[in-house]
């Protein structure tokens, strides 16, 4: 199943699934790259090879060149687009750079790329952490349940939630633990009829 996902330059998407593979998309198309999925390892990612299996969510920052990619010991690596290749010095505790977050580390299971600057963290436990990347810090009031009134239509999913993606047309899509994923309506701020 997928555990990451984040948009990428070029018209891309990546997918990272729980087997250590991942998949390149391509949005216009509508589908996968020929050839994938690939190994995720240091030919294809350069500095993430030991952490394919690791990764639980995926994110993009205020700079377009770096990706972040939070891993399942509650650390996260820096990944530099253009360089393609982690950062030095990575990884690194997320409480040493995501204030606020860091007691949530270990329960995060999807990063999801919101309008305003924002990155919507869903949490094992049925929660979620809003954190403003402007102010650089979880915002405060969080975290809050996934529940009727703050997702609309994803609150019997909130446990089941692997991964989420901002596809960048107001639509968000959530990937489930057992292959189906959900489309959210970021403009209706609801899960559309269907899903």
């Known amino acids: 199943y997928v555990t990451g996902a984040i948009n990428w330059p070029g018209g891309k998407a990546q ?19 020929q050839g994938y999925p690939k190994p995720i390892n240091d030919s294809t990612w350069p500095g993430m090879g030991r952490y394919g299996r690791q990764i639980i969510a995926a994110a993009s920052g205020l700079d377009p060149n770096k990706a972040y990619f939070f891993l399942s010991n509650g650390t996260y690596l820096r990944y530099d687009i253009a360089r393609d290749s982690v950062d030095q010095g990575y990884p690194k505790q997320v409480d040493n750079g995501w204030p606020g977050l860091g007691s949530h580390a ?30 650089d810090r979880v915002e405060a009031g969080y975290p809050k349940r996934i529940d009727r009134s703050t997702w609309p239509g994803l609150a019997p999913y909130a446990s089941r939630i692997t991964s989420a993606i901002n596809w960048n047309n107001g639509k968000a899509y959530f990937f489930l633990d057992d292959g189906r994923y959900l489309r959210y309506d970021i403009g209706n701020d609801a899960v559309d009829n269907g899903y």
């Open 15 to 33: 997918f990272f699934l729980s087997d250590g593979s991942y998949v390149r998309y391509d949005v216009a198309a509508d589908r996968a790259d």
């Open 106 to 135: 270990t329960s995060i299971m999807a990063a999801l790329s919101w309008p305003g600057r924002k990155i919507q963290f869903m949490m094992y436990d049925g929660t979620y952490a809003r954190y403003d990347l402007q102010a």
